[in-house]
Nanobody, 113 residues
Framework: QVQLVESGGGLVQPGGSLRLSCAAS????????MSWYRQAQGKERELVAS????????NYADSVKGRFTISRDNAKNTVYLQMNSLKFEDTAIYYC??????WGQGTQVTVSS
């Protein structure tokens, strides 16, 4: 019953932007901290950003600070990742994750010229 469904990935040029969305259902989203992870080919999955249940505290990996913004809309049970100034090294599958809960299936982000 618990589901996280990511969307918004795709192919983008270096310097471009994408906005990822994660639609949640089957649990009390508004009580749950959420995170975005990514996994590049041949590398381990890494934490990109996290946000507390009410959105008051946000944390980012050093590699994305100043470029990515995590946000949430509890009325819509959705968490977002705004990605700006994208680099080749941002290419990865991006996953949404609920604290102490499930992963989404992931959405591919490819940064290429």
């Amino acid at each position: 019953q618990v589901q996280l469904v990511e969307s918004g990935g795709g192919l983008v040029q270096p310097g471009g932007s994408l906005r990822l969305s994660c639609a949640a259902s089957g649990f009390t989203f508004s009580f749950t901290a959420m995170s975005w992870y990514r996994q590049a080919q041949g590398k381990e999955r890494e934490l990109v950003a996290s946000i507390t249940s009410r959105g008051g505290i946000r944390n980012y990996a050093d590699s994305v600070k100043g470029r990515f913004t995590i946000s949430r809309d509890n009325a819509k049970n959705t968490v977002y990742l705004q990605m700006n100034s994208l680099k080749f090294e941002d290419t990865a599958i991006y996953y949404c994750k609920a604290a102490n809960g499930p992963w989404g299936q992931g959405t591919q982000v490819t940064v290429s010229s």
